[in-house]
């Protein structure tokens, strides 16, 4: 299964636009790159998916750069609750599919 | 989306007993993951439990201590054996559905609320 790696912690303000970057370097052809969000006491919530060039939700934005070796997700105009850890997670997404948890960004948002 | 409860919620149990975890969910699904998340780390994936076969666990993890159960399409257990307070961690349920519409359909996975196990 393809590593990822991501920086341990990030710190943004109210408004901000935060921009976090994963690299896999072993992604397989196969492979989807998807994030997912935990906030304390809960468990991880799913943010976006997405193979190849940009993919758009309510919540954020994935971009995927052509050799898909790294991704970013983008979160518009942060709060204060979006404070929580982001995972980087890339496998098959075919059923069947296992997560396998980096160490994830503990994203602070601060007032 | 799947809603997943867990029983119980928290317990702090001695060493050298069992504790067994409950997972329900309100539909029914065919994958059903169980993970450990020690206190300020991240995840990690102990076992893929289909309904009707044995659970496949992940290398780390083995079903003398970890046994689990998936009698149905809603519902599985997760056995944490002769704890010690190394198992002291959050255990997490999750189940596979398939969200999007159209052409844009992802496989995404829903967690249950945790069980945080202490043990003394």
């Known amino acids: 299964l393809a590593k990822t790696t991501q920086p341990i912690s990030m710190d943004s303000y109210e408004g901000q636009e935060v921009n976090i970057t994963c690299s896999h370097n072993?992604?397989?052809?196969?492979?989807?790159i998807t994030w997912y969000q935990q906030f304390p006491s809960q468990g991880p919530r799913f943010i976006i998916q997405?193979?190849?060039t940009k993919v758009t939700n309510e919540v954020a934005s994935l971009f995927i750069p052509a050799d898909r070796k790294s991704s970013t997700l983008s979160l518009p105009r942060v709060s204060l609750s979006d404070t929580a850890v982001y995972y980087c997670?890339?496998?098959?997404?075919?059923?069947?599919?296992?997560?396998?948890f980096g160490s994830g960004t503990r994203l602070l948002v601060r007032p | 989306s799947a809603v997943i409860s867990q029983k119980p919620s928290r317990d702090i149990c001695q060493r050298g007993t069992s504790l067994t975890i409950q997972c329900q969910v309100d539909?029914?699904?065919?994958?059903m993951f169980w993970y450990r998340q020690q206190p300020g780390q991240s995840l990690t994936l102990i076992a893929t439990a289909n309904q009707g076969s044995e659970a496949t666990y992940e290398s780390g993890f083995v079903i003398d201590k970890f046994p689990i159960s998936r009698p149905n399409l809603t519902f599985s257990t997760l056995t944490v054996s002769n704890m010690s307070p190394e198992d002291s961690s959050i255990y997490l349920c999750?189940?596979?559905?398939?969200?999007?519409?159209?052409?844009?359909?992802?496989?995404?996975?829903?967690f249950g609320p945790g069980t945080r196990l202490t043990v003394l």
């Open positions: 999750s189940v596979e559905e398939m969200g999007g519409t159209g052409t844009s359909l992802y496989n995404e996975q829903f």
């Open positions: 997405g193979y190849k």
């Open positions: 072993n992604i397989a052809t196969n492979d989807y």
């Open positions: 997670l890339v496998g098959d997404s075919r059923a069947g599919y296992k997560l396998i």
């Open positions: 539909s029914q699904v065919t994958m």
